[in-house]
């Protein structure tokens, strides 16, 4: 059988104030910090994406993505932890043509902050929709 990729990781947040932290306990290692709990999750969705491209370059199996439930009966959460979902968000190494609808007046603004970042439109849209699902 084809080994899956899994398309979510449960983490377990911690933290206060400003020292925030997310450990993904089926992936030895892999973790992600932040002065809010939000820059936590998207650090660990990085981490979680820079262990995972290493993987997949090298040819080397995802580890299998444990339930919300099987993560908290082994890792037993202690107070003031919870989990979060953290998502898996990789670059297949491919470029696919994809039509897509919007206001004009939204299609127009993406063109100037795709020009004044010096980049296609392309790229601005796969940069923002990146972002947006890492966060």
Same mark, same amino acid.
């Given at each position: ?5 899994? !398309? ?25 910090? $932040? !002065? ?39 890792? !037993? ?15 297949? $190494? ?37 972002? !947006?699902?890492?966060?």
């Amino acid at each position: 059988m084809k080994n899956r990729k899994p !398309k979510t990781y449960i983490g377990i947040l911690d933290g206060n104030d400003d020292v925030w932290g997310v450990r993904l306990p089926d992936i030895d290692g892999c973790v992600g910090g $932040g !002065k809010t709990a939000e820059a936590a999750i998207a650090d660990a969705t990085q981490a979680l994406r820079d262990v995972l491209a290493h993987k997949q370059v090298n040819g080397l199996a995802f580890p299998q993505a444990s339930t919300i439930a099987e993560i908290l009966r082994r890792e !037993k959460p202690g107070k003031g932890e919870c989990t979060v979902i953290i998502p898996v968000v990789l670059d297949a $190494g491919r470029t696919v043509r994809a039509n897509l609808t919007m206001d004009a007046g939204l299609l127009e603004a993406i063109d100037t902050a795709a020009t004044r970042a010096g980049v296609t439109r392309s790229a601005y849209v796969a940069s923002a929709a990146r972002e !947006k699902l890492e966060a």
